[in-house]
């Protein structure tokens, strides 16, 4: 049996892919992002401490998730920044229902991709529980006080990349690689065919 892993760089559009190739392939997607904003609005956190504990949770719960699937054979697509320290975990997992897993891998220029990194932390559409680090729900607050919102230099942007793995995180079935500087450039027929062709020699 198989699954599909979309990962990638920061802001590379992880979850906007994970959703189309879903709707194509007919697949549940587990979302550690998604598993984490509904943390964010039914706990919240008073810290960036506490935000730190409930984006382990989240991987815990995505974790969980992942392995009631495995338990019944079906296939499904996990969407996370899947890096370097998550490989001994997942591989474990993997061996143990004896899944393949293709890592789908987001990338392109960094610098392109930094700036939407920024644009999307700038943006009243991204959940506020990912971009403040303080407090969330947050309070009402004025000057100097206002929340503390994550803000990352293009050097540490660029160190998370080459030094966590996000670029070079492979599962056990293979990868491929995605360009996504430009979405329009990507050619998501050719994308599919190659997914699709790789999960029918991967389906028993």
Not at 12 to 39: F, H, Q, R, W, Y
Not at 100 to 129: C, K
């Amino acid at each position: 049996m198989y699954c599909i892993l979309v990962t990638g760089i920061p802001a590379a559009g992880k979850s906007t892919m994970a959703a189309s190739l879903a709707d194509k392939l007919k697949l549940p997607v587990i979302s550690k992002d998604s598993i984490k904003e509904l943390l964010f609005d039914n706990v919240g956190f008073k810290s960036r401490q506490e935000k730190v504990n409930l984006g382990t949770a989240a991987m815990e719960i995505m974790y969980y998730v992942t392995e009631q699937l495995m338990r019944q054979g079906k296939p499904f697509i996990l969407e996370n920044n899947f890096e370097n320290v998550s490989k001994e975990g997942l591989d474990a997992l993997l061996a143990k229902y004896g899944y393949s897993a293709l890592t789908v891998t987001l990338t392109g220029d960094y610098r392109v991709i930094y700036q939407r990194f920024l644009e999307r932390n700038a943006s009243p559409d991204r959940h506020r529980g990912h971009v403040v680090n303080d407090c969330y729900p947050e309070k009402e607050v004025h000057g100097k006080d206002q929340p503390q919102v994550n803000s990352i230099r293009y050097e540490d942007y660029l160190y998370g990349i080459e030094h966590r793995g996000f670029d070079t995180f492979i599962a056990n079935g293979g990868q491929i690689k995605v360009d996504v500087a430009d979405f329009s450039k990507v050619d998501m027929d050719l994308l599919l065919k190659k997914i699709m062709r790789w999960c029918e020699d991967n389906a028993e």
